[in-house]
């Protein structure tokens, strides 16, 4: 938003120049000291023109326009010292003395906008439009009143009309153009922007703004050139630091993003938005502790500032620190209770920390505050799947994809409930469908593969896996998952690579070691299957089948005891787990125990008859 007291402070300087001219050719009879006062008090500036002012207003002599002219001059060097009470009152006397000056009616109305009391700004200026139907300026400024009511429409017909009666008021066509950038009008603003610039090319504000308009075009090259432009124009502009660095973060480029919001900091200490979006930037560049720090300070220096609250949750969850993030995200909804934004995000912190209800809860209220939010569809869905309900999962991504037929995530959301039911060909034409929609989309991939792997389609699982990894290479879960495709093949050479891979990824899940366990067992590689199961057993002291799996290695290396022993924690751990009663019973059998053995035997067909 551009200030406009600059416009005014010019154009009532212009009037007085000219106001001046016509009293002294009417012939104006004034003293010589009231003459030099008023001449001191039209042409100076600051202490001296005030002093002049006063004098020449205190000498009696004057009246009518000259009078009035001695208020609005003094008016207008208050206003330029941020004085907008006495300048209101000297605006008001130069009404009173002359009250069909529409340049006195204007230029209060300025004063008015500036303390931000619009319904009397709006008041003097449409007065000061009623005595002059062609002065231009007051449009210019009654628009810039409506633009900061919302009122948007007026606004631009405002301008329409300042710009009519002036086409190369340049300050009327940026304003005009920044009521287009608020409407997300792009292409028009540009076009007053740019032709603003043509009349003017040393205002920064209007490159500044242009810069604006092309980052919401995606046109981050033209957007840091016009931002770099208002820069060397007033190299002191914290707003420019800041918009050329959201241009930056937006093209990705973390690291000059960081830099422009920290030239901003240093310009103003005080710059909230600033520290929000350089938190921003160190959140994107995985830098969690940085972006903490920035939207702490942003919060310190604005505790009602609903944003920090919640991209500060968003870095805690980015740590796992969910307890955290709900905090700070509950903190953003008691300043803003009406972002259904925070809602969903709240929601998705409930459900990873398991507490499904009070994430359904979340989603609730965010359709409620908005009906027409795919994400809060998506996010209830999801939860839904994990609470064992895929028929309303399944509704709710029904309604996601009514509501954006191209939202992706919704019908990969539904291909897993779909999965959820065993309905597997539904599930692999919504994973289709979604992969169609967004080819990059390395988890659609891999659930597609989970999907071929339970049709007992492990070629067509592979290449759905190979596809997730080479879009995400540090994709552990595809790793693992390709490998058990390999292990159902019988290749386990590349099953157990995959399972090493994997392990390097995220070396702390048992599960991966269990596997990697039965593929090198499968190869004969005792030793190391041994060493993978204990690894899972250290990790997961309760993995029944881990200890089952090192029981069949020990029982292969015919080292009984410890076998019997491994498949003994293995019942222990799990009473109903059958095939490591059937295990110690060949084992038992081996040791010529028949008795154990036949006991073991029995239990185990009681559980599984497929056993016999």
Known sequence: MFVNARLWTFGVH???????????????????????????????SGDELIAACTRAIDSGGLSGHGLAIMYLSRAVEYSKKRDFDRAIADYSEAIRVDPEDATAYAARGTAYFIKKDL??????????????????PAYAGRGSAYRQKNDLDRAIADYDEAIRLDPKFASALAYRGSVYLDKKDYDRAVADLSEAIRLNPKFAGTFNNRGVAYRFKKDYDRAVADLSEAIRLDPKDAVAFDNRGSAYGDNKDYDHAVADYSEAIRLNPKYTQAFNN?????????????????????????????????????????????DRAIADYSEAIQLDPNDARVFVTRGHAYRTKGDLDRAVADYDEAIRLDPSYA????????????????????ADYNEAIRIDPKYAPAYYGRGSAYQRKHDLDRAIADYDEAIRLDPKYAIAFANRGNAYGEKKDYDRAIADYSEAIRLDPKYALAFYNRGKAHGE??????????????????????????????AYKNTRDYDHAIADCSEAIRLDPKYAEAFNNRGSAYRDKKDYDLAIADFSAAISLNPSFAPAFKNRSGVYRAKGDISHAEADNAAAIRMDPTLK
Request: with cysteine.
């Open 278 to 322: 350089r938190g921003m930037a160190y959140l994107n560049k995985k830098d969690d502790d940085r972006a903490i720090a920035d939207f702490s300070a942003a919060i310190r220096i604005d505790p009602k500032y609903p944003k920090a609250f919640y991209n500060r949750g968003n870095a805690y969850s980015e740590k796992n620190d969910y």
């Open 14 to 44: 212009v009037v007085l120049a000219t106001l001046l001219g016509a009293v002294f050719a009417a012939g104006l009879m004034i003293g010589s000291a009231a003459a030099d006062d008023f001449q001191t008090c039209a042409y100076a």
């Open 375 to 394: 994400l809060a569809f998506t996010g209830r869905g999801g939860t839904y799947i994990f609470k064992k309900d895929p028929d309303h999962a399944i």
């Open 489 to 518: 093949k019988n290749d386990y050479d590349r099953a157990i690579a995959d399972f090493s891979e994997t392990i390097r990824l995220d070396p702390k899940h048992a599960s991966v070691f269990n596997n990697r366990c039965i």
């Open 119 to 136: 319904d009397h700004a709006l008041a003097d200026l449409s007065e000061a439009i009623r005595i002059d139907p062609k002065y231009a």
